[in-house]
């Protein structure tokens, strides 16, 4: 079963992940996040370098590509959101807490093949729709496109490592993800 209610006879927590207050988590997927930004901003510069005496800040662009920013944040979560719905999850919620919105559900557990396809489709279906948008327009709107693909992908170091942390148990696992903190459930031992 790709979702459950109710967790299975004998099942306990095996780990929790919180990404505002565990340190460890904050710091690797932080780490990650500003590795990912620089290398893919270099490989960016290397295709296309500024002509410096060309610079020209056009402010409408500029301003549009904030505002297709915030739009992609909430695209992000309702692609998470779909994904869980479509994996039967019953109790899918939205949130934002001041810094970040999320999408979760309180009392959903997903296996872990349904979990880390939850986790990873925004980053495989916007990386995608950025990186076909740059095929098509990067004549015109190359850093602005490259500024939205690059924050899109260091945005889901988060997403990966939790895809990662569940890929690597060997048994049965559960996971409930509440779009603040996510849980693993499994019989085995605590880590
Ligand atoms: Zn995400």
């Not at 997927?29 to 510069?45: E, K, T």
């Not at 959101?81 to 999320?102: C, D, E, N, P, S």
């Not at 895809?163 to 880590?191: C, F, H, Q």
């Amino acid at each position: 079963m790709p979702c459950l209610t109710e967790l299975p006879d004998g099942y306990r927590e095996l780990k929790q992940l919180n990404l505002q207050d565990d340190k460890k988590t904050l710091l690797i997927v932080n780490g990650l996040a500003v590795a990912l930004y620089l290398i893919l901003f270099a490989i960016a510069f290397i295709i296309k370098p500024f002509d410096l005496d060309l610079i020209t800040i056009d402010l409408i662009v500029s301003l549009l590509t904030c505002v297709a920013f915030i739009v992609y944040m909430v695209l992000h979560e309702l692609t998470h959101g779909i994904a869980m719905k479509h994996f039967g999850g019953q109790r899918v919620k939205y949130g934002f807490t001041g810094l970040y919105a999320y999408a979760g559900s309180d009392a959903d557990y997903f296996s872990a093949k349904a979990y880390i396809k939850i986790a990873l489709a925004p980053f495989v279906l916007w990386t995608l729709f950025f990186t076909v948008l740059l095929i098509l327009c990067h004549k015109t709107l190359y850093w602005s496109l490259i500024f939205l693909q690059v924050t899109n992908i260091s945005g889901c170091a988060g997403d990966i490592y939790v895809a990662y942390l569940v890929s690597k148990y060997k048994e049965e696992i559960y996971v409930r993800d509440t779009g603040l903190d996510v849980t693993i459930y499994g019989e085995g031992y605590e880590e």
